[in-house]
């Protein structure tokens, strides 16, 4: 049994949220467009499709490496569409038959099971500040601060390390959750083996490894650890304000990383689309300035994470 820690701890919090942003301000920030969202959708799987043509045409190195830096961002960023389906900030009303396909969709290029994601993410949201209630930092955090040790989650170790900690906490749900987590990964297994196998066929080994393998093996490993850096790694124990990082909004990350480099807000409000945390940001300045929060930048996080070796889930700014 999980015990809802955020929540034990966040009640104070909310009702300083309450005060900060009006009721006004929160329906705008709150209200769906399903066009806006699909809009963005099928940009990523147009970029997705010109990016692999890309990849599979050309072998020039300066070419083929910024295609497949984009394709691994790509990839990376439907696991942040997955992410909006399963807070529902697709539709103004639910819809169930609507959202599972979408899910599906979205979890199918990082080869995930979203039925797990889902779960996973959910149990995150709900337990965070715990040490052992949430299945991210309890299961996925670095237990060992060393550099090299770092590093590995910006590599294809990300793989194993990642489908570990699902697996430990997958052990721990309602057998028919596991059944349905099983199909489902070995449906996007199946499906990556396919997209290789079928490119290798037609265009050779070499267009293989461009337009898949690496993209997916080596891109998609450093935007996910970037991107999980700017959520809940520089943070203040004592308070659950401040229990997410601060990242200032910044147009090119927010198109990078579709907004989720705005996590902090994320966890603030879970009910917000994407595409309005930039403004709720924004509306939030004076209260992070009353709460003398502190701003980041990847940058800084890359400098603190390897060059100070940093310790996960900690106030970075303590000596």
């Known amino acids: 049994m999980k015990s809802h820690y955020y929540s034990q701890h966040a009640a104070g919090l909310r009702a300083e ?14 209200a769906k467009s399903p066009l806006r969202h699909l809009v963005v959708a099928a940009r990523q799987f147009l970029v997705l499709g ?33 992410h909006e389906v399963l807070h529902h900030n697709v539709f103004q009303a639910r819809h169930a038959r609507a959202e599972r396909l979408l899910g599906f969709l979205y979890a199918v290029p990082s080869g995930i099971s979203p039925s797990q994601f889902t779960r996973w993410h959910l149990d995150h949201h709900a337990e965070l500040g ?4 949430d299945p991210k930092r309890h299961y996925l955090s670095p237990k060992r601060n060393a550099r090299w040790y770092k590093l590995l ?9 990642y489908f570990r900690a699902a697996r430990q906490e997958t052990a721990t749900y309602p057998a028919a959750l596991q059944r349905t987590i099983g199909w489902e990964r070995r449906l996007a297994i199946l499906f990556h083996l396919g997209v290789l196998a079928g490119i290798w066929w037609a265009w050779g080994g070499a267009a293989a490894v461009r337009a898949h393998a690496f993209p997916v093996f ?10 999980r ?10 308070d659950p304000a401040k229990w997410g990082t601060l990242m200032r909004s910044n147009w090119f990350w927010d198109f990078a990383f579709l907004t989720s480099n705005l996590h902090l807000e994320h966890h603030y409000f879970p009910g917000v689309p994407f595409y309005h945390l930039p403004a709720m940001q924004r509306a939030l300045g004076p209260f992070y300035a009353q709460k003398q929060m502190r701003w980041q930048t990847y940058r800084g996080l890359l400098y603190g ?15």
Do not use: C
Not at 153 to 161: G, K
């Open 153 to 161: 989650y910006a590599t294809p170790a990300l793989f194993p390390i």
């Open 218 to 227: 080596f891109i998609f490993p450093i935007a996910f650890t970037l991107n």
């Open 305 to 319: 994470w390897i060059i100070q070796n940093k310790h996960p889930h900690s106030d970075w700014s303590l000596v």
């Open 229 to 238: 850096l700017g959520q809940h790694y520089d943070i203040d124990p004592g």
């Open 50 to 82: 010109l990016a692999t043509w890309g990849l599979i045409r050309f072998d020039d190195p300066l070419i083929w490496l910024p295609l497949a830096l984009v394709q691994g961002f790509t990839v990376f960023n439907f696991t942040v569409l997955l």
């Open 17 to 30: 949220l309450g005060r900060a942003i009006s009721r006004e301000e929160m329906r705008v920030f709150h």
């Open 130 to 133: 715990s040490d052992v209630d």
